[in-house]
């Protein structure tokens, strides 16, 4: 009868736990508020409509959902047929194809005339309606739109197919992608129009604001947050600095590390450690040097999460709630002592204006690094696997080859979320936004970094260093990517893998993918492993009790009570994924 009683309740309380799929400015307001970027999306799945070759090979262009496979003939051709309600968050083209005016046309919610209907030098130069720079950019050979486009029912995606010859290369090759997110049925999304409501004005200004002055924290700044602070110090080789050991719930606002001097062997060997809640395992386990994308030629730059070019050096804005605890660590592995010039943690103690208090459905930040050396036959190199619930965000990805060439940038990114339909990109300069080698092939002399740029950096994706020279059997790329606004939702599992097979053997690969995952609820009494209505029984029991016992099993939010927080977080993982 409680279960009844409670569950009732909840679903009259659930909006205000924040557990629906609440979407009340969705696009613009998935970037601005920052609070929200490490919640659940509850029944968001992530999509990508792309023209990789279908048969597995590397012909990854002019294929369309139909007509199937390859096509060469000037035909129209439907790019993606998606169910909705959704909304496309990026579309993508090399400039070079943007270039050439392939037909644009988008039809909503079953209707037989386009909303959309343009070209593709027109909406990716920034010239169609409202969309224009900074949220449509140029970069690296690249262009891309992030201007959302909602739809309440339906969208289909038609283009026209330019005619291309049997064998060879043509400009008139169509390379694109469009990233999308579907929501649950009932989402409360309404068809794009061609023009904004006045809150959804304010909504974008905000947006353009905010990709406008990277380097800033995106929230702004806090009158009640509280600041940690380090003064420059060295630390002893094989020790550990803490930057801050702090008692929770709360949240990390900001995190900064200054190494003006520092070598690219210091980088390299002074570790970044995030430990949640006493966890055995660390969250973020990562070189200083490869978690902010610093040292080694690389350039200094500023996105909207991450950074090295700030007054207090490298920054970190990425949000990282904990609930019971949160210890930050400097560790250097190295057998010389290593010195930083100052550390900042800043984090707001909960409950806090505009967040309140920190809900189930709010993940912790990881960051996985893995290393390789490709060997002989090697197809992919594993950039993320993680099960449970939550998001992926991006990465960063450093490569270097021995070869004057850069195969290494024909490897596709492969991303498959709850063991769903992967999805796949078109090349690894594609995923980063760039095109054709990052403007160092199919030059596009009107680039803002001009032809062959060794970086060049924006507020969701950049190149640090890219470079290759004549004679010398050395190519190298570092590159990053975020997803805010499009980030990928899963519910069990993520795979996020990309292709090495381009590379040469011996090529080294090194990658940092960011996660946001939702930490295990704790609460199994029978200590089985599974939760089930035996453990529900007990909850039943602790409910009224309230006894310290109980609190150490089931206040899940460390909210001094059980209450119906607690309760939402047992019972979605006692029936399963949300």
């Known amino acids: 009868m409680l279960r009844c009683i409670l569950t009732l309740t909840l679903a009259v309380s659930i909006t205000g736990l924040g557990l629906a799929p609440l979407l009340a400015d969705p696009g613009y307001a998935d970037y601005t508020a920052w609070a929200d970027w490490p919640r659940l999306r509850f029944g968001a799945q992530a999509g990508l409509a792309s023209s990789y070759d279908r048969s597995g090979g590397n012909g990854d262009y002019s294929h369309y959902e139909w007509p199937e496979g390859l096509i060469r003939e000037e035909v129209p051709a439907t790019v993606k047929t998606i169910e909705g309600p959704g909304v496309i968050y990026r579309f993508w083209m ?135 602070t380090t003064q420059a110090t060295p630390i002893a080789a094989e020790d550990c600095l803490t930057l801050a050991d702090l008692s929770g719930p709360g949240t990390i606002r900001r995190l900064n590390v200054r190494m003006d001097s520092a070598t690219d062997e210091e980088l390299s060997g002074l570790h970044l450690v995030v430990v949640y809640d006493d966890e055995a395992t660390p969250a973020i386990n990562v070189p200083v040097g490869e978690f902010f994308g610093a040292g080694s030629l690389r350039a200094p730059y500023q996105s909207l999460p991450m950074g090295t070019d700030s007054a207090d050096g490298f920054y970190c804005y990425w949000p990282m709630p904990f609930r019971h605890s949160v210890r930050i660590e400097l560790c250097n592995t190295t057998t010389a002592a290593i010195a930083i010039d100052s550390g900042l943690v800043e984090y707001e103690p909960e409950p806090w204006p505009g967040a309140g208090p920190l809900a189930a459905d709010m993940c912790y930040l990881h960051a996985e690094r893995i290393s390789d ?82 970086s060049a950096t924006r507020p969701l994706s950049g190149i640090l260093y890219v470079h290759r020279e004549d004679g010398v059997e050395y190519a190298r790329a570092d590159q990053y990517r975020w997803y805010i606004a499009d980030r990928i939702p899963f519910s069990s599992s993520i795979e996020v893998k990309i292709e090495n097979r381009y590379s040469v053997t011996g090529a080294c690969w090194t990658s940092v993918a960011f996660c946001y995952r939702q930490p295990p609820v704790p609460a199994d009494p029978e200590g089985d492993g599974d939760l089930d209505l035996a453990d529900f029984a007990a909850f039943q029991r602790c409910w009224t009790d309230q006894t310290q016992p109980c609190l150490d099993l089931f206040d899940l939010d460390s909210g001094g009570g059980i209450d119906l927080t607690d309760f939402a977080a047992f019972e979605a993982s006692l029936t399963g994924p949300w």
């Open 373 to 454: 050396i490709r060997t002989s036959g090697q197809i992919y190199h594993q950039m993320l696997s993680a099960d449970g619930r939550g998001h992926y965000v991006g990465n960063l990805l450093y490569i270097q080859q021995d070869s004057w060439s850069f195969s290494m940038l024909e490897g596709d990114e492969v991303i498959v979320a709850d063991a769903a339909a992967a999805l796949n990109g078109t090349g690894l300069e594609d995923a980063y936004n760039g095109g054709y080698y990052y403007n160092w092939v199919g030059v596009q002399p009107d680039e803002p970094e001009g032809p062959m740029p060794q």
């Open 94 to 228: 090399p400039h070079l194809t943007a270039n050439r005016s392939f037909d644009v046309r988008m039809y909503f919610d079953g209707e037989t005339t386009p909303r959309i209907d343009t070209t593709s030098d027109v909406l990716l130069g920034g010239t169609f309606a409202y969309f224009a720079p900074p949220l449509v950019d140029t970069c690296a050979g690249g262009q891309v739109c992030y201007e959302p486009i909602p739809f309440a029912e339906a969208l289909r995606i038609e283009t026209v197919n330019k005619e291309l010859p049997e064998s060879g290369w043509s400009p008139d090759r169509h390379y694109y992608q469009y990233g999308y997110l579907t929501y649950a049925p009932g989402a409360a999304l309404d068809s794009y129009t061609g023009t904004l409501s006045p809150e959804q004005q304010t909504a974008r200004a905000e947006t353009v604001d905010l990709f406008s002055n990277v380097g800033q924290h995106p929230a702004g700044e806090s009158q009640t947050a509280v600041q940690v």
